[in-house]
């Protein structure tokens, strides 16, 4: 185990404001459990679990209430004890709507029902389980990537047949501004990750390990030092320069191991890299070790406008209203409430939202950082170009797209677009550049999507 | 009857949800920052005759500007300070005993041709200021060829209608005859302002184009400022070099030194509308104005090319920047 | 002078010769029904009918792969005259015409948030939902009045309007919804229930002052439930357009005021 400085440097990248000395040194808390907690079937990215259960149900912490609904898809499990009040199509934080179950936590089960005892899952001893039955164990547990995607952990682990993963990456560079919860996880609870990482590598046979995090987090470098410093085999801890977006899994892989992933469709198991948070990882220990499956994550709430900055532990479900109310309440009135970090984060219009898998900070920005742009034209300053990470021509892209031009935006490789915010972020004139970026994106993918519709339908005459 | 809105408004936008605060105006007023030392030399050289001129273009530029928007019934601009960046460089540009109806006319092409009539700031395929020193100088040839001796008013005769440039072209011809008459090349040779005279700015020229060190100083700002790379100001002037190495006639330095070189490199050429966006563009475009600015002045009929040289390079930027669109990461 | 007349003379003849030899030799021949069955279509080039253009279309009906019919911009006239030049069927066609099912306008139903950024339906959509209180209804922002090909959609008060006259039925604005708020109807039909939410009734409440609480009211006043006018989906009433009720007086009844006549449809403003 060493660790090593980042010889590769991508080209682009921006330097936001961090405002991360507000909740760095707030170690994990738990919240009391919420009366309410609203499921979302939606927590990952992919098919929507299908609900299981009905209004009326008494259902058990840890009972699947959602399965798995195709390939790219994971169960859901209720976070608390409770009693479905309803099952309603809420909306999420990225605007789409799916059933989430209304669970009433106060409830009590009618009649006499043995008291729920034990784990969840039985635990296993990692070093004596099969290769399957660990990844089964990931599956059933209902485990997705927790940096923001929510991909499904079992799929990336299960790399297609001929294609081997030769490096796993953890992912701890946590680039979002404002957001701590990967890193106090860091610090409190590394001999997790390290637990994690060596279930994981047994399940992908085997590969280097390279954990990457950004230099301006020493004490999480030290952290994770100590908690490796016994292993076996090769494992290095790469320091990443800070940069926006050294997160992005692209640009974590070519940081740490100089590889670069082609343009899409190509994932990173094609260069033979799996990248996965350090949530996750630590999230893989438990349901393996201790049969816990993921119920609960660590949220960030911060921004300038809540009284008490923390990081919150909270079951999946949590109302940001109830996050909110741990936290102090509001200091001033605010101007934004945000799901996720300032760069790629969502901008939500009300704090009935709850909390999925993949929620990793909730901001509540005052009037003074939350700023209403009023676009102007592009001067061609080429800032945009220069800040893109994918080295796409957004400035080409975003007029392109302001004057109905998809298929010119699709001719400057939107696609390929990672929508990291850095060309809106950097841009003079205040253009919603990512947005454009988002809307081509949009667009192309409803096109195909109809294209393919279309030719099944015409296989099927 | 409307429903009580009873919830909180949040501000509802597509990520990212912080800025790095560069503006529009912000840009704007780093050049004009980057332009003072120049103004300040060129004032000093030229007197009263260049306040006025500075002053009347940029006024007419902002009243323009407003009045353009006004009629075209679009939102006025003029905050962005782009209007006065485009009436200090016209200005800059003039000489400085130009009659002042023409500066007026001049700044009104600039922004109600060369830049409203396309859609204002942003859409223009020239750069105002040039397009109109263009149209000046074919307009007006008489009084835009007629420059003040620095410091005029110290001197007896205070007009005089040659520049270094105009001795300097004959030298592209003399050198062809070195042989035959060595004296004529020596005596151009002399007529050249001393180093530090060019680098000063101690010679008849535009208000602003004369002081290569004011320049250099705006331009290392402008660097620092990021508001310019180097790519553009580099290319230029180390073709010029080049170009001036390979063809002879006068020494590189007074190439560089005389005209509309540095002005161009480092403020009109790097003007972000009329440029390529990407690094390798900005390197291609630079070459380009500074080919053309030594071919036209060893080959054209005006002694000086800078301006024909960047607005040609102009209308071929959207092409240069066809050809150098960036490799998206991780295409083939 | 007779120099130049002559070559100039032999040009021509050369030329001509060449014309005359490449037009019988290099000439493709095209079934002059698809020129003629061109011009009888009318020419918007909307690709309602899911052809690339009337073009597209006229080749595929002479070529026998598509239904005579399928132009809803031309209707049964344009159908007829197909039939005539082709010797087929004519389908029968009812002109149809958008319908923007939501009344909800800015005084009516709430917004939950300041949307700043790019004026389009689908990426407001994509923010936190939209700002309307209601996500069902129309957001107003545009997308099918940018796409309709005859400028038919005009935004009036944060709500889309269909201008019958102008609308060819060509279905592009009902694809581009993100709402999916729109739905062609016959043209012929003239009342029309002007919401999308079927939600409970209180819940609408919340958000609209102009929302269907499924209260059953328009279905008891035009002939209860035997007779077919309105189907329900939730707590939203539906036009059954197979049998579309008649009578206005169920419009003035309706106590959620969402119902319309003709008139608001009519001209778009």
């Given amino acids: 185990m060493k660790t090593v400085k980042s010889q590769f440097k991508f080209k682009g990248g921006v330097h936001p404001d961090y405002n991360k000395e507000l909740a760095r040194e707030q170690p994990i808390e738990k919240i009391p459990l919420p009366a309410e907690l609203v499921i979302s079937m939606s927590q990952h990215l992919g098919a929507p679990a299908k609900c299981v259960v009905k209004a009326g149900d008494f259902v058990r912490r840890g009972q699947v209430v959602g399965e798995k609904n195709g390939f790219i898809s994971v169960c859901v499990r209720t976070s608390a004890d409770g009693k479905v009040k309803a099952i309603e199509k809420r909306l999420g934080p990225a605007g789409g709507k799916a059933d989430a179950i209304i669970l009433d936590t106060t409830a009590k089960p009618e009649g006499e029902v043995a008291e729920a005892s034990g784990p969840i899952l039985e635990p296993l001893d990692w070093r004596t389980a099969s290769r399957e039955d660990l990844l089964k164990r990931v599956e059933e547990a209902g485990i997705c990537g927790m940096g923001g995607a929510g991909f499904p952990t079992n799929v990336k682990l299960n790399p297609p047949p001929g294609k081997r993963c030769e490096y796993l990456i953890l992912n701890g560079a946590e680039c979002e501004p404002y957001l701590t919860a990967d890193y106090r996880l860091m610090l409190e609870r590394a001999p997790r990750i390290r637990l994690g990482v060596e279930i994981m590598r047994k399940i992908l046979g085997g590969p280097a390990v390279r954990i990457a995090i950004e230099a301006n987090k020493p004490e999480a470098i030290k952290a994770m030092e100590t908690a490796f410093a016994d292993i076996d085999g090769n494992v290095e801890i790469v320091v990443l320069p800070v940069l926006y977006p050294q997160g992005s899994e692209k640009h974590q892989i070519f940081a740490t191991v100089g590889r670069v992933v082609p343009e899409p469709p190509a994932l990173p198991i094609d260069v033979g890299c799996v990248v996965e948070n350090v949530g996750t990882v630590a999230a893989i220990a438990d349901a393996v070790e201790l049969g816990e499956p993921l119920l609960e994550r660590v949220t960030t709430v911060s921004g300038g406008a809540v009284a008490q900055p923390k990081n919150v532990l909270a079951p999946c479900g949590t109302k940001y209203s109830d996050l909110i109310a741990f936290c102090g309440g509001e200091k001033e009135p605010v101007a934004k409430l945000i799901s996720g970090g300032t760069m790629m984060g969502f901008a939500v219009s009300t704090p009935e939202i709850s909390t999925t898998k993949t929620t990793s900070g909730l901001l509540l920005l005052p009037n003074s950082k939350a700023y209403q742009y009023v676009s102007q034209a592009c001067i061609n300053c080429g800032r945009c170009v220069r800040a893109c990470p994918m080295n796409l021509n957004a400035a080409e892209i975003a007029k392109a797209v302001e004057s109905d031009d998809i298929k010119g935006a699709e001719d400057a490789h939107v696609m390929t677009c990672i929508e990291c915010g850095a060309c809106s972020f950097s841009c003079p004139a205040y253009r919603p550049i990512t947005q454009f970026c988002r809307r081509a994106k949009n667009s192309i993918r409803a096109r195909i999507a109809a294209e393919k519709a279309k030719a099944a339908a015409a296989a099927k005459k | 009857m409307k429903p009580k809105e009873t919830a909180a408004h949040y501000i509802l936008s597509s990520s990212p949800h912080t800025h790095s605060n560069s503006s529009v105006s912000r840009i704007m007023l780093d050049v004009l920052l980057a332009l003072l030392p120049t103004t300040a030399v060129g004032i000093w050289f030229f007197g009263l005759p260049a306040v006025w001129t500075i002053a009347t273009c940029v006024a007419t530029c902002i009243v323009t500007e407003a009045l353009c928007r006004l009629a075209m019934g679009r939102d006025n601009t003029i905050g962005d300070l782009s209007a006065v960046v485009t009436g200090l460089l016209l200005a800059l540009n003039l000489p400085a005993g130009i009659p002042l109806w023409m500066a007026v006319v001049g700044s009104v092409f600039a922004i109600g041709v060369a830049k409203q009539v396309f859609g204002g700031i942003g859409m223009n395929p020239f750069n105002p200021a040039l397009a109109a020193r263009a149209f000046m100088l074919i307009s007006f040839t008489g009084p835009m060829t007629t420059w003040l001796k620095p410091l005029w008013w110290k001197t007896p005769d205070a007009v005089t209608t040659a520049t270094p440039l105009a001795c300097m072209k004959g030298m592209f011809a003399a050198d062809a005859t070195a042989h035959a008459t060595p004296h004529a090349a020596a005596k151009a040779l002399e007529q050249i302002p001393c180093l530090w005279d060019l680098l000063i700015g101690n010679m008849p020229g535009c208000i602003g184009e004369v002081s290569a060190i004011a320049l250099a100083i705006g331009a290392a700002y402008l660097l620092v400022r990021k508001v310019i790379t180097w790519h553009i100001p580099v290319a230029f002037i180390a073709t010029v070099v080049v170009y001036s190495l390979i063809a002879g006639g006068a020494p590189a330095y007074a190439q560089v030194l005389t005209g509309g070189v540095m002005i161009g490199a480092c403020f009109m050429a790097t003007d972000y509308v009329t440029s390529p966006t990407t690094a390798k563009g900005k390197l291609v475009f630079g070459f380009g104005c500074g080919l053309l600015c030594m071919l036209i002045r060893q080959f054209g009929s005006y002694p000086e090319g800078c301006s024909f040289a960047i607005l040609i390079m102009n209308a071929v930027s959207p092409l240069i920047n066809r050809w150098t669109q960036p490799k998206p990461f991780g295409a083939k | ?269």
């Fill in chain 3, 1 to 269: 002078m007779t120099i130049a007349i002559v070559c100039i003379a032999g040009v021509g003849l050369v030329a001509a010769i060449v014309l005359a030899i490449a037009d019988k030799y290099l000439s493709v021949k095209e079934d002059p029904r698809i020129g003629m069955v061109t011009a009888a279509l009318p020419g918007a080039n909307c690709g309602g009918c899911g052809f690339p253009g009337c073009d597209g279309y006229a080749r595929a009906l002479v070529a026998g792969t598509a239904p005579n019919g399928a132009c809803a911009a031309g209707g049964d006239a344009c159908a007829a005259e197909i039939a005539k030049i082709l010797g087929v069927e004519a389908a029968a066609t009812e002109k149809r015409v958008a319908l923007v099912k939501c009344c909800g306008t800015r005084s009516e139903a709430i917004r939950v948030g300041d949307y700043n950024g790019i004026c389009d339906c689908n990426v407001a959509a994509m923010t936190a939902g939209g700002d309307k209180g209601c996500t069902y209804g129309c957001l107003g922002y545009g997308a099918c009045a940018n796409v309709c090909p005859k400028n038919a959609i005009s935004i009036h008060d944060g709500l889309a309007r269909v201008d019958k006259r102008l609308c060819i039925g060509c279905g592009k604005c009902v694809a581009i919804c993100p709402k999916k708020v729109i739905e062609l109807v016959p043209a012929s039909a003239t009342i029309h229930v002007l919401c999308n939410n079927p939600d409970k009734g209180p819940a609408v409440r919340k958000v609209c002052g102009v929302g269907c609480m499924g209260c059953h009211l328009c279905e008891k006043n035009s002939g209860g439930k035997e007779a077919g006018h309105f189907t329900f989906e939730g707590f939203l009433a539906k036009v059954n357009y197979a049998n579309p009720p008649t009578d206005a007086q169920i419009v003035a009844k309706c106590p959620a005021k969402c119902m319309a006549e003709d008139a608001h449809f009519e001209s778009g403003n």
